[in-house]
Structures are given as structure tokens and as C-alpha cells.
């Protein structure tokens, strides 16, 4: 995990997310790098737009809050149940876009 986010971390900081960036920030937080996940890493996010990832992600957070404010909400009504599979659907394909980070 403290790969993916030392290229998350790279990634807000807009520097680039090559294997010698990713093992110093790996060094700074006091684990020693592997360099077979580095490499596996930063090939992965060659291939992915972060920035779109990133936006994908709250979508899944998002779905989960309903959840939890429904049973406040007013029982009766089919509109509730078509906007959950929505969200479903949506944070599926986030699910699976991220899936791809870890082949």
C-alpha cells in the first residue's frame, strides 16, 4: 500500500512518477523499497490517467453515504431503489478501473 500511495503522494506534488521518485518516498517513510513492486507500479501508471482514477474514486464513497441517510428518508417510493443501482453500476466501474493499478 505505501506504494501506491507514494505515487499518489508524487502524483499531488506533480512530479513524475518514476522508479527512483517512488523508492525515495518508500525510503522517507522508513520501509526499504522493493524494486520488482516499484517496477511493477510504475508500469502499471503508465497506462493509467491518475486524475481520472481520482475522480472515479469518490463516486464509491459517495454511493456508500446514502446508505446510511436512508432510513431517515421517508419510506415509499421506487425513485430511492433506481438511484442505488446507479450507484452500484458506477462504483463497479470505478472498482474496476482501480483493479487495474493491481493486476
Do not use: W
Amino acid at each position: 500500500m505505501e506504494y501506491v500511495y507514494a505515487a499518489l503522494l508524487l502524483h499531488k506534488l506533480k512530479q513524475n512518477i518514476t522508479e527512483d521518485n517512488v523508492k525515495s518516498v518508500v525510503k522517507a517513510a522508513g520501509v526499504t523499497p522493493d524494486d520488482v513492486r516499484v517496477k511493477a507500479l510504475v508500469a502499471a501508471l503508465s497506462e493509467v490517467n491518475i486524475e481520472e482514477a481520482l475522480k472515479a474514486a469518490p463516486v464509491a464513497v459517495a454511493a456508500a453515504a446514502p446508505a446510511g441517510g436512508a432510513a431517515a428518508a421517508p419510506a415509499g417510493g421506487a425513485a430511492p431503489a433506481k438511484e442505488e443501482k446507479k450507484d452500484e453500476k458506477k462504483e463497479e466501474e470505478a472498482l474496476e478501473g482501480l483493479s487495474s493499478l493491481f493486476g
